[in-house]
């Protein structure tokens, strides 16, 4: 069975620097995407970047430029590294695998974390 951890969640002040952890368990051989998500307070869960097994990246307009999403060679460890925290990157952060449809940032995952709270303090 699929199990995703996340893990790292802290709070900080703006202008910080947090990284994320993902660990996915119950893989034999993972070639699944792996994507970053957050749900901030009274908004939809929206994507925030996402990774593939050949290690291509893609970014939220929101994050490019701050966030930097990586994973071990094992690909069993995804990684978000977020500098120049903002007061809008608060809230809870998910990790998801096994996209069944849509765009990376579609919500068409079947295993999720349950997430890590980041909370930016302006």
């Known amino acids: 069975q699929v199990r995703l951890v996340e893990s790292g969640g802290a709070s900080v002040q703006a202008g910080g620097s947090l990284t994320l952890t993902c660990t996915a368990s119950?893989?034999?051989?993972?070639?699944?995407?792996i994507t970053w998500f957050r749900q901030q307070p009274g908004k939809e869960r929206e994507g925030v970047a996402s990774?593939?097994?050949?290690?291509?990246?893609w970014y939220g307009d929101s994050v490019k430029g701050r966030f930097t999403i990586s994973q071990n060679s094992a690909r069993n460890t995804v990684y978000l590294r977020m500098d120049d925290l903002r007061f809008e990157d608060t809230g809870m952060y998910f990790c998801?695998?096994?996209?069944?449809?849509?765009?990376?940032?579609?919500?068409?995952?079947?295993?999720w974390g349950r997430g890590t709270q980041v909370s930016v303090s302006s």
């Open positions: 119950g893989y034999t051989n993972n070639q699944n995407r």
């Open positions: 998801a695998a096994d996209q069944f449809g849509g765009n990376w940032w579609d919500l068409f995952y079947h295993n």
């Open positions: 990774i593939s097994a050949g290690s291509n990246t």
